[in-house]
Nanobody
Framework: QVQLVESGGGLVQPGGSLRLSCVAS????????MSWYRQAPGKKREFVAF????????NYADSVKGRFTISRDNAKNTVYLQMNSLKPEDTAVYYC????????WGQGTQVTVSS
């Protein structure tokens, strides 16, 4: 069965950095594009970043463009989200997602940006 496990969240000051990881299992990771989403308290889940199967193409939400970088290591079945210049408005639970007929989500990892 598809399983996605996120990690790397935490509390960071504004301007700081974090790297999130999402380890995948239960499917052929290298054959599927991957995405990161986030959900802040009281808000709808929103798209953050997308990466194709080989990592040759990426796409970002305007709110994170130039600050966040999505990457993947197909040998490790892992997708990453490097987050730099973090802002309080980046505070959210971050989820990775794969679409394999249906959408599959991890349990999420909390990112809190606060001084």
């Amino acid at each position: 069965q598809v399983q996605l496990v996120e990690s790397g969240g935490g509390l960071v000051q504004p301007g700081g950095s974090l790297r999130l990881s999402c380890v995948a299992s239960g499917f052929t990771f290298s054959s599927y594009a991957m995405s990161w989403y986030r959900q802040a308290p009281g808000k709808k889940r929103e798209f953050v970043a997308f990466i194709t199967t080989t990592g040759g193409s990426t796409n970002y939400a305007d709110s994170v463009k130039g600050r966040f970088t999505i990457s993947r290591d197909n040998a490790k079945n892992t997708v990453y989200l490097q987050m730099n210049s973090l802002k309080p408005e980046d505070t959210a639970v971050y989820y990775c997602k794969v679409t394999k007929k249906d959408d599959y989500w991890g349990q999420g990892t909390q990112v809190t940006v606060s001084s």
